[in-house]
């Protein structure tokens, strides 16, 4: 059942005190790094954000800040609504961030990255011959597209967050920029982009050696 997030009060006034756990503190530099060490995204770009528990609060990287260099002093902490609650400036998709975690209640992190096969793999998808995703039906089912916004505008916050309405999509494709991923966790959500970025790299991969053999 896909509901949006609401917040229940009585929890928000009791996550004031410790608004962001350790434990979350200590997942979202994990994961910011690996972002880069898998090669997902690069330099500043992308970003990630996951909802404190319990509360409308988002912990979002900061900006211009590259994933593997990422430190606690480096994570933006604002509210649903984009109000920035610390000293630092949230990343440029704070927008495209918010709106995909406000879309349903259990998204509870979303990825935003760089990574190059899927982001390739979006741009073809829809010209491929029927049945040619066949033996690929997580890559094929999972995903949606995104037609090209600016970066950081809000037309491209809401193109991104539409299609996650539907139950079964967990990644937006975004035409000539990169993807968006979501999950329960930011564990969850790195896992599912990792698959799909593997996934797309086979597929590409694939086609070029098939090409190659046709040509011959
Ligand atoms: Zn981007």
Redesign the pocket.
């Given at each position: 059942m896909n509901r949006p997030y609401v917040l229940n009060r009585t929890s928000e006034e009791k996550m004031r005190k410790n608004p962001a756990p350790k434990k979350l503190i200590e997942d979202f530099l994990e994961i910011s790094h690996r972002l880069r060490q898998g090669g997902l995204t690069f330099g500043a770009?992308?970003?990630i954000s996951a909802r404190i528990p319990r509360s409308s609060k988002v912990l979002i990287k900061g900006w211009e800040v590259a994933s593997e260099d990422a430190r606690e002093k480096d994570i933006s902490l604002v509210d649903l609504e984009g109000k920035q609650l610390n000293h630092v400036k949230p990343c440029?998709?704070t927008h495209l961030h918010l709106e995909t975690l406000k879309v349903r209640e259990d998204i509870r992190a979303v990825i935003?990255?760089?990574s190059p096969y899927l982001t390739s793999f979006g741009k073809v998808k829809k010209h491929l011959p029927k049945g040619r995703l066949r033996n690929y039906p997580f890559l094929n089912l999972s995903t949606d597209f995104a037609p090209y916004a600016d970066?950081g505008s809000k037309e491209l916050a809401h193109s991104v967050a539409g299609p996650f309405r539907k139950e079964e999509v967990i990644c937006v494709i975004?035409e000539d920029?990169?993807v968006t991923v979501v999950g329960a966790d930011l564990f969850k959500a790195y896992y599912r982009l990792d698959i799909l970025e593997g996934m797309a790299k086979t597929f590409i991969l694939t086609e070029i050696l098939l090409e190659t053999i046709k040509n011959k």
């Open positions: 770009g992308g970003g440029l998709e935003h990255a760089h970066p975004m920029h990169g």
